[in-house]
């Protein structure tokens, strides 16, 4: 079986895998990494996003192994210092989850958004993120959310976007 | 919210809009979904299901699968058939109704694609799923079953040979004379109406798994209903209730889907059992499609008859309802849920409704967000919709001559419901004005002036619905198989901390924080001192679950009860602490003083140290605060309001697009405006989902071929507008917190909403419907007057194009 040596939210990881082990599988049964989930098995609901050397990828759509050599952030790796990352704030305060399971996802995708564009529109986010879904918000607080925590992270000093 | 009350100001919870104590764990990834629990020594289960709709199953040869390296079992449906029971129906709507047996592995024959055939038992799920390749199975196709009408002529080939029939109930609701309204009628409008099939996709797919202890078992799955499993897994199985435990841990949505005992949880329990080691299993998205419960499927045949000023004389209902292959929980109940809301908020002499449940070879129906209301507002609001254009009325203005007005409330409906209150003037009002209704018909009628390919539409949905489920006496009258009653209890611990513990089974809504807003209120304690605890039988003994909008409406109010009771033992340890007599004291943010000297008093934290240690406590009263108490509503609740959709529709390409979307609901009182507010925008997107997006197409051999996201299309944050959300607030008068439920309200009011908009901007082409989902083909085909496609014909679906019917 090909070894795979993969960082993880920090720490390093050396592992034998089966070639055809999903990422989202490595992370969730072998490293116990089960903050990332699984919302389908066509790669359409972006629940299992996380970040691969910076940009997000479905990891129900990578193979562990495509994943040698990567610095993988999920939504586990946010926040370790002990302060919440701009966007878990965001998403918290602007009350952009109900049922929570597609927020992993939604808030690394958003992340990848920003990185793009630091500042987008209403409707860059929602084209943005047409690749995450959820069914319980209805998009419009994940939208205000993404947006509050792009102008928090411009300018850490910014507390509000203008809508 | 601060309220100042003669000289003291105290914070009222309810009514603030409290950021959720739930976030924290699911924003960081630290959260407890079924899948992630993994116990030492866990086997994991796959299936393989059946490849047709409809065949006997004449051999299944599992020898070369249990071989595999890494499966320790194997099992047919044959193998569990001596005691894997029938799935649970609790709802014999007729005395006569048709009711098979439900295996929940299939023995001798398979009824819907999908259906599980055996299971594979291995170390990991790869194992599993590589040994289902092994299972040899030989099936004797039979013929499908898809067309409902079909299903029901003489000689029509049979879902359950043995029932001779595919009809499985007629259910019947009468009242006023109905020939007498249609007698002569001015007007009289007939429609036919398909509600097609959904499936509800809740984000966390099912799972499950059991963990086997001696004689006793702890289930946990992604379930809305731990308490009804509970009950339902000891019936089935004949393993003792009190030897059952299950555990609803976060739970990823639900929608009515995880309101249902389904096969695969007695399976993992059953081969918990046998095999003595924990057991899970985790649906694929594709699997779920197939098999998780669906919802919708009718066909309405209405008729209205009304006088010429718009007012409406009766309405005559006729659906066939798909129950599918089976009859599950609540299955054949849904539509009759929505038995009652044909007549909305109107007026009239006569309402005749008769329901057909028929049997397909299809995934059995039973609950999605609304069950029954969605498709009767849909019905009534197009009707009305219908009325003003034949009419050549406002589509406002004829709704106004036919509701009831704020003054006339509590009323008895036709349907012999009587909606406590209501103010259906203020809500439209008030919509009216958020959405510019005068400046966008100018608009309208600029665009049909200049004859713009792009066209605008209004919609109107004036909608209200029945729930907070459900006083017990009309679940009886209805034959439903249990109780609508909601259970709380409050427990004072010794250093004033307080725990709530609810019989509701919140899967993303929030009630941890609600419910704490509500008990921190009623006792005086901090929002931050209480902790709600649910979901789980071992520590929520007593519960009736969460669906039909019925959590804060009936489980709040029972939450609101048991803190009066707690109130009440502690103001006699508090008397008696000071000296006073329980009349003298009064009790206002979480003291007990008495009457003329402030300074003289105890906190309720104060009092409940007091009544843990004992020591000094009035005669014959037990040593705790704590109290519980079941709450069962006289009446159901009857949310209300207005929703006006418009839509630009482009004639030349059939695409539309929601321009503008406000919706004005009344809920009642509110806890939590911001958990509202996320209540509402959330059922929008499922109703408006309904109107432009979803459809479950089987093609007409009985495939499903919408299994996956990509065919299915539920709709991402660039298919949605923004919406604009406002609130009337009239207390309902049914319960003492005054609230009305709103889980339910979006969804069942927006539909219509839409597809009125879309009709009233084609209007002039000639079209007066458009079959949901109203995709771009479905629009262009009737602009150009083309018959309208049925279900398992092009233009249902979308996604990748596979949804094209015969293949």
């Known amino acids: ?163 | 919210m601060t309220v100042q009350e003669g000289d003291a100001v105290t914070t009222q919870e309810v009514g603030s809009p409290r950021k959720r104590s739930e976030d924290a764990r699911l924003i960081t990834g630290r959260t407890r979904w079924t899948d992630n629990m993994t116990p030492a020594g866990t086997l994991h289960m796959a299936f393989v299901r059946s490849p047709h709709a409809h065949a006997r199953i004449t051999r299944v040869d599992t020898s070369q699968a249990k071989g595999r390296p890494g499966v320790v079992a194997v099992f047919s449906g044959a193998d569990l058939a001596e005691e894997q029971g029938s799935l649970p129906c609790a709802w014999v709507v007729t005395e006569d109704m048709k009711h098979p047996e439900h295996p929940p592995m299939a023995v001798n024959e398979v009824r819907y694609v999908g259906e599980p055939v055996a299971c594979v038992v291995a170390r990991d799920k790869y194992a599993a799923v590589d040994a289902l390749e092994e299972i040899d199975i030989d099936y004797e196709p039979l013929p499908a079953v898809v067309d409902m009408d079909a299903a029901l002529a003489d000689g029509a080939d049979l879902v359950h040979e043995d029932l001779g029939t595919n009809k499985s109930y007629t259910w019947v609701f009468e009242n006023g004379d109905l020939d007498a309204a249609m007698r002569d009628a001015p007007v009289v409008i007939e429609r036919e109406y398909i509600q097609q099939r959904l499936i509800p996709t809740a984000m966390e797919p099912r799972s499950v798994l059991c963990v086997p202890e001696d004689e006793d078992y702890t289930l946990y799955s992604a379930t809305q209903i731990p308490h009804i499993l509970r009950l339902m897994l000891a019936t089935v199985t004949g393993i003792p209730e009190h030897r059952l435990r299950v555990v609803a841990p976060d739970v990823g949505g639900g929608f009515g889907s995880k309101l249902q005992v389904y096969g695969e949880e007695v399976l993992a329990l059953l081969i918990a059992r046998r095999l003595g080691r924990p057991v899970k299993w985790t649906e694929s998205r594709s699997e779920g499609n197939m098999t998780v419960h669906h919802g919708r499927d009718q066909i309405q045949r209405l008729t209205l008859a009304a006088e010429r000023d718009g007012r409406i004389r009766g309405l005559k209902v006729n659906l066939l309802a798909d129950m599918g292959a089976y009859l599950m929980l609540v299955t054949p109940g849904i539509p009759l849920l929505g038995a009652f809301m044909f007549n909305g908020i109107y007026k009239m002499d006569a309402l005749s409704f008769t329901c057909t449940g028929v049997f397909t070879t299809k995934t059995p129906t039973d609950a999605y967000r609304g069950a029954g209301r969605p498709e009767a507002t849909f019905a009534i609001e197009r009707l009305m919709d219908e009325l003003a254009a034949e009419l050549g009325i406002d589509a406002i203005e004829v709704r106004r001559r036919n509701w009831i007005a704020h003054e006339e409330f509590p009323y008895e409906t036709i349907a012999g419901l009587t909606y406590d209150t209501g103010n259906y003037e203020a809500a439209t009002d008030k919509a009216l004005e958020l959405f510019e209704y005068d400046k966008l018909r100018a608009e309208q009628a600029d665009r049909r002036e200049r004859q713009d390919p792009v066209q605008l539409g209004i919609g109107v949905s004036t909608f209200t619905e029945m729930c907070g489920l459900a006083p017990s006496r009309v679940l009886g009258s209805l034959s439903y198989g249990a109780g609508g009653w909601e259970h709380a209890s409050v427990r004072v611990l010794p250093s004033g901390k307080v725990e709530v513990v609810t019989g509701s089974s919140p899967h993303g809504q929030g009630h941890a924080t609600a419910w704490a807003q509500i008990a921190a209120d009623r006792l005086g304690v901090p929002w931050e001192d209480v902790k709600v605890l649910h979901g789980d039988t071992a520590i929520s003994p007593k519960g009736m679950d969460t669906y039909g909008s019925r959590s804060l409406a009936v489980g709040g109010v029972a939450l609101y009860s048991a803190c009066e009771k707690v109130v009440d033992k502690a103001r006699k340890v508090a008397a008696h602490l000071l000296e006073a007599s329980e009349q003298d004291l009064d009790f206002s943010g979480g003291r007990f003083s008495v009457r003329g000297v402030q300074q003289e008093g105890k906190t309720i934290q104060e009092v409940a140290l007091a009544a843990f240690a004992a020591h000094d406590l009035p005669e014959g009263i037990e040593p705790s605060l704590d109290s519980d108490a079941t709450f069962d509503p006289e009446n159901f609740s009857f949310p209300h309001g207005t929703h006006l959709c418009a839509t630009e529709v482009d004639t030349e390409t059939g695409m539309v697009k929601i321009r503008k979307y406000v919706a004005v609901d009344d809920v009642g009182t509110v806890v939590n405006p911001l958990i509202v507010e996320g209540q509402v925008h959330g059922g929008l997107a499922q109703g408006i989902a309904q109107a432009l997006y979803e459809e479950a197409v089987y093609d007409t051999e009985g495939n499903l071929t919408t299994t996956t996201m990509a065919d299915y299309l539920i709709p991402s944050a660039a298919d949605l507008p923004a919406f604009t959300t406002d609130r009337t607030e009239t207390p309902a008068t049914s319960n003492p917190l005054g609230v009305k439920g709103v889980g339910e309200a979006g969804t069942i009011a927006s539909t219509p909403a839409v597809v009125n908009a879309i009709v009233d901007a084609l209007r002039p082409h000639g079209v007066n419907d458009v079959q949901m989902p109203c995709t771009p083909e479905r629009v262009w085909r009737a602009l150009r007057g083309e018959a309208k496609p049925r279900a398992a014909e092009p233009g249902a679906g979308g996604g990748l194009g596979s949804a094209g019917g015969d293949q």
Not at chain 1, 17 to 26: K, T
Not at chain 1, 70 to 99: K, N, W, Y
Not at chain 1, 117 to 145: F, H, M, W
């Open chain 1, 1 to 163: 079986m090909p070894r795979i040596r993969v960082e993880v939210d920090g720490a390093t990881y050396e592992d034998e895998v089966e070639p055809r082990l999903l990422l989202v599988h490595y992370l969730r049964e072998r490293l116990g990494k089960v903050g990332t989930p699984v919302g389908c098995d066509t790669s359409n609901c972006g629940a299992c996003t996380v970040l691969m050397d910076g940009m997000s990828v479905k990891s129900c759509s990578v193979l562990a192994v495509q994943a040698d050599g990567s610095d993988v952030t999920t939504v586990e790796g946010l926040g370790i210092d002990g302060t919440p990352h701009p966007m878990q704030r965001a998403f918290h305060e602007e009350h952009a989850l109900q049922c929570g399971y597609c927020t992993p996802g939604m808030i690394m995708a958003s992340l990848d958004l920003l990185r793009e564009n630091a500042d987008p529109s209403e409707e860059e986010v929602r084209d943005g993120l047409e690749g995450n879904l959820c069914r319980c918000t209805g998009y419009q607080n994940i939208v205000k959310a993404v947006r509050r925590a792009a102008g928090e992270m411009r300018d850490p000093a910014e507390q509000e976007v203008t809508p």
